[in-house]
């Protein structure tokens, strides 16, 4: 595998950012690892941080390299910074819901072999990147095929917030929404799961895990139980509520479990 990091002008932004890239490599001298390439264009995994973090965590933290080299995946860790992953309403305005399914695919595709095939591609993420990936993934139902949710839920419409939020957690929801009534937008998470269903479109797969001693256990509770009441569960949905906290030791397993679920 390669590990590239990149840095590059993003125009939803309006600003220089960054990622890190991990591109399968085939080989057969490489100790200790398993390896897998295929020719053409790569499988990519969209892979998001949490609120405390940066593009740099998931390696720092896991083995997300040698777990993705098993099955030839890419995959592109962008920084998120605190934006929830969306398009803020104030800190000068950045669109990072834009920018993350629109303008960075673009950008990574003209720089690397990734492949555009909504079937190739998959986002998933821990904590606020988890709230992220169902936000996005669910907004965009033509760009992801899979989408994994780790230590988190739909959690970006205020009646949805975790119980007693902190006043550091009001503030940054108010620079990402302001006053925005977010009824029908892309941050409505069932709405948008809702027209997927009633629009006839295909739906993306969901994983979704949470530790039992979590923090944020009753807003996955709220998010598991809205997709288990869908008859014939039509998202493939799976649930996993395992020992665990808001810790590594659980991300680093249940993104091994993600990608199990890819089944590539």
């Known amino acids: 595998m390669a590990l590239i990091h990149?840095?590059?002008?993003?125009s939803?932004?309006?600003?220089?950012?960054?990622?890190?890239?991990?591109l399968p490599e085939a080989s057969q001298k490489l100790i200790g690892m398993e390896t897998e390439a295929k020719s053409g264009k790569h499988k990519v995994l969209w892979l998001l941080h949490g609120m405390s973090d940066n593009h740099t965590i998931w390696q720092r933290r896991t083995s997300?390299?040698?777990?993705a080299s098993r099955v030839g995946l890419a995959v592109v860790m962008p920084n998120g910074h605190l934006s929830g992953y969306?398009?803020?309403a104030y800190g000068g305005g950045s669109k990072y819901f834009t920018y993350i399914t629109e303008e960075l695919p673009r950008i990574m595709r003209s720089f690397f072999p990734l492949s555009e095939k909504r079937?190739?591609?998959f986002i998933c993420g821990l904590s606020m990147g988890?709230?992220?990936?169902?936000?996005?993934g669910l907004a965009c139902p033509e760009t992801y095929s899979v989408i994994g949710c780790l230590s988190a839920g739909?959690?970006?419409r205020n009646e949805l917030m975790p119980k007693a939020p902190s006043e550091s957690l009001k503030k940054r929801m108010h620079l990402l929404h302001g006053d925005r009534d977010l009824t029908g937008t892309e941050e409505d998470v069932y709405f948008n799961a809702d027209q997927i269903l009633k629009k006839g479109l295909t739906p993306p797969r969901i994983y979704h895990a949470c530790g039992d001693k979590d923090f944020l256990l009753d807003v996955a509770h709220t998010t598991r139980d809205y997709f288990t009441s869908l008859p014939g569960n039509p998202f493939d949905y799976k649930y996993d509520e395992d020992p665990g906290a808001?810790?590594?030791?659980?991300w680093d397993d249940h993104i091994q479990k993600f990608l199990e679920y890819l089944n590539l």
């Open 130 to 136: 988890g709230a992220g990936a169902m936000k996005l």
């Open 154 to 156: 739909a959690m970006n």
């Open 64 to 67: 997300i390299e040698r777990y």
């Open 86 to 88: 969306g398009n803020m």
């Open 12 to 22: 939803s932004l309006g600003m220089c950012a960054s990622c890190d890239v991990i």
């Open 119 to 121: 079937e190739d591609n």
């Open 6 to 10: 990149v840095g590059f002008f993003a």
């Open 246 to 250: 808001h810790t590594w030791e659980f």
